[in-house]
């Protein structure tokens, strides 16, 4: 446990360091404060447009944030050979893999309470309503960071950073289309675009199911049971990403 905490302790702090992460938070608080601005320019609509982009800007940067830093986790150890160092103490490659996932959750959830706070502040400036289904809307984003973190991480144990960087970029835009690849699959008559379509569909996640911004921009909220159980897939996929990362990373010769 020492170990597991050292980790992610250790992945925190040099995350944190990142100027890209600095950068990409500055440029979500900057596209909410201007949400203000563009939301007076339509008439009736200004707390909509400002909730729209707020949400959006929070999801986009969380995202953005777990792919491109999530991929170096594992494959920036071994470019620079620290590797060697790291596993020759009384640390094991589970320990290293979920210590490292463990150390860039807290910072991507760290920068996503940062940017909900400020956006808040922003709705309260504006003089619109704070309504119960923006919390809604942001814990779920989070629970979709949590799984976009677990891919990149999955594919950076045995792949190099370009490659991770396109495969977990790929999962995540078909886990937000899976619903149309079902469709498409039921209407098609081609067996092999059928099969490809439902082997997509039942690996990818289904990262729709964790996306209600639309609803929260408007006010409306979603039932607590959905919450749980969007929140309940979302962390179960993780597990099963992690899992299958730490195989395959305790296979693999250094």
């Not at 920036?76 to 959750?105: A, D, M």
């Not at 999955?154 to 991770?164: G, P, V, W």
């Not at 962390?235 to 899992?243: D, W």
Request: hydrophobic share 50%; with cysteine.
């Amino acid at each position: 446990m020492q170990s597991l905490v050292a980790v992610a302790g250790n992945t925190f702090r040099e995350t944190i360091r990142d100027k890209i992460l600095y950068n990409l938070v500055l440029f979500a608080l900057l596209l909410i404060g201007a949400s203000t601005l563009l939301g007076t320019l339509t008439i009736g609509e200004q707390a909509r447009i400002i909730n729209d982009l707020g949400l959006a800007a929070i999801n986009l940067v969380g995202v953005v944030i777990a792919i491109f830093v999530g991929i170096g986790l594992v494959t920036k150890e071994i470019e620079r050979r620290t590797i060697y160092t790291i596993l020759s103490r009384p640390i094991s490659r589970t320990q290293f893999i979920l210590g490292k996932y463990i150390g860039l959750g807290c910072i991507v959830s760290a920068n996503v309470a940062l940017m909900f706070g400020m956006f808040l502040v922003t709705i309260w400036v504006s003089g619109n309503p704070i309504h119960g289904s923006l919390f809604q809307a942001v814990q779920l984003a989070l629970v979709e960071t949590w799984v976009v973190m677990a891919i990149a991480l999955f594919f950076s144990t045995f792949s190099t950073s370009i490659l991770s960087a396109t495969m977990t970029l790929g999962f995540y835009i078909i886990g937000h289309l899976t619903s149309d690849l079902k469709s498409f699959a039921e209407k098609t008559e081609n067996t092999l675009a059928k099969t490809v379509m439902a082997v997509l569909y039942y690996v990818c996640p289904n990262l729709d199911l964790l996306n209600v911004k639309g609803q929260a921009a408007s006010g409306i909220p979603v039932e607590w049971g959905y919450q749980a159980t969007a929140t309940a897939y979302g962390l179960v996929y993780v597990g099963l990403l992690l899992t299958g990362a730490c195989l395959i990373f305790q296979r693999r010769d250094f």
